[in-house]
């Protein structure tokens, strides 16, 4: 079992940045990969960004250049980096995590962020 607890989320006005933390617990012994998933309202969960263990990383397009996803797999912690924010960035935030390739995809309660001036 994976615990993932994100952190981070508020208000934050276009242009801004904003870091959002993630805190992976529980009985495992590492983590495939951690990344990122945004649900905006009336809309379905999206890919924002994943980083593997090995460092591969994946970026929806309407992130790209703009937000970083970075891991320190040391310590199972890891966080999105959110730069030149937009009010089409307004969504939940979701902290995901996988023990491996194949596994169960293991969810946080995810933290809203709202971009707004």
């Known amino acids: 079992q994976v615990q993932l607890v994100e952190s981070g989320g508020g208000l934050v006005q276009p242009g801004g940045s904003l870091r959002l933390p993630c805190a992976a617990s529980g009985s495992f012994s590492g983590l495939y990969s951690m990344g990122w998933y945004r649900q905006a309202p009336g809309k379905q969960r999206d890919l924002v960004a994943t980083?593997?263990?090995?460092?591969?990383?994946n970026y929806a397009d309407s992130v790209q250049d703009r937000f970083t996803i970075p891991r320190d797999s040391a310590k199972n912690t890891g966080a999105l980096q959110m730069n030149s924010v937009k009010p089409e960035d307004t969504a939940v935030y979701y902290c995901?995590?996988?023990?491996?390739?194949?596994?169960?995809?293991?969810w946080g309660k995810g933290t809203l962020v709202t971009v707004s001036s």
């Open positions: 995901n995590a996988r023990t491996s390739y194949y596994g169960m995809p293991y």
């Open positions: 980083i593997t263990s090995g460092g591969t990383t």
